[in-house]
């Protein structure tokens, strides 16, 4: 019974137990469709929003590049306007008064029909410049996407994919400029001008206008030009040379370049062979096929009105940045610099100074002058000789790279302010000797033979005494020496040599009179420049340097310090000729041979250099810097500022303390002090202790140094290069009893110069240097 019962039961339990598996095989059962569900929702939803934010994507880019080509589609040029197209426009060049210069303009050109052109030559520059051209309808998606792939791999502009249409749209409807506005422009002309033109028209106006180098626009001129027949006469060998020159005429026109220019006509018929123009045995042929050039000379390119020396350093500056095609046929406005007033005083100046030269037997038949306003950077006057033609055309003010003598002390100096030296630095004048090698020795001389013991910076530059300043650039190194150089303005390769502080290097005219209009200008430096104002025919201005850029090379106390001893050297030193009657500022400089005599001089208003010797490097009969160039610079300064007010060099407003020092301490000086100057310190910076040498109620009781123990203290160490501020000391070091001067001057610092000990070996100085 019992078991029975118990068999029952269980079969009860199980019953009661089996509803609960199958209610949760339910439940799971359910879970995995809710999953299986939800799962298929979210795939679904991507399916949709995935489109949805393409679609998105795909509708706003296009929104862009419609506002982008709406925006750029205005005022489109008329395509229609092909059909009677004009040759180009002269472009015209003037004076900063309006006066014009000279023109430039190349009317080299004679139309010819398409039929008059040999199958080669529309071969070949196809083959050339649109390998595609019977194949796009004005823009090439394959070749845009080609030259974008180069781009990225170059990470530049390495490569065009512009098409023989673009081209032709860009040279007769648009500026030269690249940006995306313009080449979106380009794009949409060249589209219209497909749909204009047939393909034989358009090559018969790109052959027709494109420019070919030497003054020949078009096909038909470059034949006469260059191979004096015309373009039906033209062979293939001919055919290809003259197709390889658009894409830089100057640079690969056999007149000028002929092995680049071989160079590059091999080229144009490997493209043309490619694209199976020709055979290979033509291809061959043609290579090697001699080419008889004309002898008869281009077209000129310009015409000079007057004021070569300048209006040609203008076409030269135009040139480094703008092509051959804008220039000559851009129809342009182009404002310069020059004064006319002052270039010819400039011309005058120099053709009086030479015929005093050769009045005084001193050999001297050449100068140049450039006159540069410091505060803009533009040229007023350039003079490069004394006999401008056509077969002397030499320009000695910026190609002439000659040897400045003393006058690269000036960066000498400036470097030497900038670290820390003041006016009354002391210097020795007194011999000394440099290793410069295995058993060699540099030996520094003065003009005059003698020396003067110890000096005054001031009075070292003030009478150019040559062992003072070799010493002070070997104080602070030939390297720091030429970095200050560079930054005020020279250019050309200095040599970290000792010498070169008695201007063994090279420098320009230009370069020098850029220089030194950086200390006129209160340490900022405006790059020079001939060119005002650039306007093209439509009056778009492309170029305008009315306000130009200024970099802050120079402190303005380092620049206000080395004004202050330049100008001793006019007032009483080596410079007296260069006197106009107005504060002047400038320094001297003259080749041991004479074969170089410089005076580079500067006032508020204006920074001019004059060089005189002579092209063959002959020497000059004892011509100094001081004589000759100094009187020409005069000659030329002082009627050039007539109406000018006289101003003169005002000290940068800093907030400065100046104190009484004590000659023999160092210190503060009291009033029992026997020999004393001032000096200037930033606020907070001055010394506090007073002379306890020679009493003073308020004198602290700590001894100062003596003269010998501040004489042999460690000097100080140097300003970083990246840093061109002044260091600034709390304690100065001071020179010997009557070594001070009383002049006030910015962040002081008065410190002798010691040399370590060396041979004394007399030795002639290697190079040109300072007499």
């Avoid at 007032?571 to 009657?581: D, L, P, R």
């Avoid at 208003?605 to 002579?614: E, I, P, Q, R, S």
């Avoid at 306890?692 to 700590?702: C, V």
Wanted: with cysteine.
């Amino acid at each position: 019974m019992s078991v029975k019962n118990n068999g029952k039961e269980d079969r009860k339990n199980q019953n009661k137990v089996q509803p609960d598996r199958n209610s949760d095989d339910i439940n799971g059962k359910d879970t995995d469709k809710k999953a299986k569900s939800k799962k298929r929702f979210h795939i679904l939803r991507w399916f949709i929003l995935i489109p949805l934010i393409f679609l998105a994507i795909l509708l706003g880019g296009a929104s862009v590049l419609f506002v982008i080509f709406a925006e750029c589609s205005r005022d489109l040029p008329n395509v229609e306007k092909l059909k009677f197209y004009s040759p180009s426009e002269t472009t015209r060049i003037y004076s900063s008064d309006g006066q014009l210069l000279a023109t430039l303009y190349k009317e080299n050109r004679e139309w010819v029909p398409y039929d008059k052109m040999p199958k080669e030559m529309i071969e070949a520059i196809v083959a050339t410049e649109d390998s595609r051209f019977y194949e796009h309808r004005g823009v090439s998606p394959r070749d845009i996407a080609r030259a974008i792939w180069v781009d990225i791999q170059h990470k530049e502009m390495a490569q065009g994919a512009s098409t023989i249409t673009q081209q032709l749209a860009r040279n007769i409807f648009l500026h030269p400029r690249t940006n995306i506005r313009r080449k979106v422009r380009e794009a949409l002309l060249a589209i219209q001008i497909e749909k204009k033109f047939t393909k034989r028209e358009i090559l018969e106006l790109y052959l027709n206008q494109i420019y070919f180098g030497s003054g020949a626009y078009g096909v038909q001129a470059a034949a006469k030009t260059y191979f004096g027949k015309n373009v039906s006469d033209l062979a293939l060998p001919e055919c290809a040379m003259i197709c390889g020159l658009p894409a830089a005429p100057s640079d690969y026109s056999p007149l000028v370049n002929p092995k680049v220019a071989k160079e590059r006509q091999i080229l144009v018929l490997r493209r043309m062979y490619d694209m199976e123009y020709i055979t290979y045995k033509e291809m061959k042929e043609a290579i090697h096929a001699p080419l008889k050039y004309s002898s008869k000379k281009p077209e000129k390119e310009f015409k000079l009105i007057k004021y070569p020396y300048f209006t040609t350093y203008a076409l030269h500056e135009l040139f480094q940045k703008y092509s051959d095609d804008l220039l000559y046929r851009g129809g342009l406005k182009i404002y310069t610099t020059v004064d006319l007033r002052m270039q010819n005083l400039a011309q005058k100046a120099v053709n009086d100074g030479i015929s005093m030269a050769e009045g005084q037997g001193l050999n001297c038949h050449q100068a140049a002058l450039v006159c540069i306003e410091p505060k803009t950077g533009f040229i007023k006057a350039m003079v490069g000789g004394t006999g401008w033609d056509e077969k002397n055309q030499f320009n000695r003010a910026w190609q002439a790279r000659r040897q400045p003598g003393s006058a690269f002390k000036i960066f000498v100096y400036t470097a030497a302010v900038d670290s820390g030296f003041t006016p009354d630095t002391i210097v020795e004048d007194s011999p000394v000797s440099y290793p410069e090698g295995p058993g060699q020795t540099y030996s520094p001389k003065n003009s005059d033979g003698s020396y003067m013991g110890s000096i005054t910076l001031q009075t070292a530059i003030q009478y150019s005494r040559n062992v003072c300043a070799v010493r002070v650039m070997h104080r602070l190194s030939p390297e720091k020496v030429i970095q200050y150089a560079y930054r005020m303005g020279i250019k050309d390769k200095l040599e970290p040599h000792l010498s070169l502080a008695l201007g063994a290097g090279v420098v320009t005219p230009l370069d020098m009179a850029s220089s030194i209009s950086v200390l006129a200008n209160y340490g900022i430096r405006v790059e020079p420049t001939a060119i005002k104002k650039i306007i093209d025919s439509e009056g778009n201005v492309i170029e305008d340097n009315t306000y130009p850029t200024q970099e802050s090379v120079l402190p303005a106390t380092t620049a206000y310090t080395m004004t202050t001893m330049l100008k001793k050297v006019v007032e009483a030193g080596t410079a007296t000729n260069a006197q106009i009657g107005r504060p002047v500022a400038g320094k001297t400089g003259t080749t041991d041979s004479f074969r170089d005599a410089w005076f580079v001089g500067y006032t508020t208003d204006l920074a001019c250099a004059v060089w005189t010797g002579n092209d063959d490097y002959t020497r000059m009969n004892y011509a100094f810097g001081g004589n000759i160039p100094a009187t020409i610079w005069a000659m030329f300064m002082k009627p050039a500022h007539e109406g000018k007010k006289v101003e003169d060099f005002q000290e940068p407003r800093l907030d400065i303390v100046t104190v009484l020092i004590c000659d023999e301490t160092g210190l503060r000086a009291t009033a029992g002090c026997p020999h004393t100057h001032k000096e200037s310190y930033r606020k907070g910076k001055e010394p506090t202790r007073y002379c306890t040498m020679h009493g003073g109620g308020n004198a602290p009781a700590t001894p100062g140094k003596t003269t010998q123990e501040r004489l042999e203290a460690p000097t100080k160490p140097e300003v970083l290069e990246e840093d061109l501020t002044p260091p600034d000391f709390s304690q100065p070091v001071n020179p010997p009893a009557g070594g001070g001067g009383g002049e006030s001057t910015p962040d002081v610092i008065v410190e002798p110069i010691p040399d370590p000990p060396v041979e004394e070996t007399p030795t002639a100085p290697k190079g040109e240097v300072e007499l």
